[in-house]
């Protein structure tokens, strides 16, 4: 589980990387400790346009998400 602040740059980008290696038995996921708090959107343009570049849009999350207590237990 990687965590980051916003949850639309660094954790995304690197969900999306680690989930396009498809490793057996390796769950991915990411999130945000001040997500809610998001201005920039579901994801920062740098951020999606690295992934376009990488081709990582399949394996990206649609959307922030903001780290929880449960969230980081389940990872």
């Not at 740059?9 to 990387?17: D, G, N, P, Q, V």
């Not at 997500?35 to 922030?64: F, Y």
Request: charged fraction near 20%; proline fraction near 5%.
């Amino acid at each position: 589980h990687f965590v980051c602040v916003g949850n639309t740059y660094r954790s995304r980008l690197a969900e999306a990387y680690l989930k396009s290696k498809k490793i057996p038995d390796v769950t991915v996921s990411s999130s945000g400790i001040e997500a809610k708090d998001n201005i920039c959107g579901p994801i920062c343009w740098e951020a999606q346009r690295l992934i376009e570049v990488g081709g990582l849009v399949p394996h990206m999350s649609p959307t922030w998400t903001q780290t929880t207590e449960e969230i980081l237990s389940t990872a």
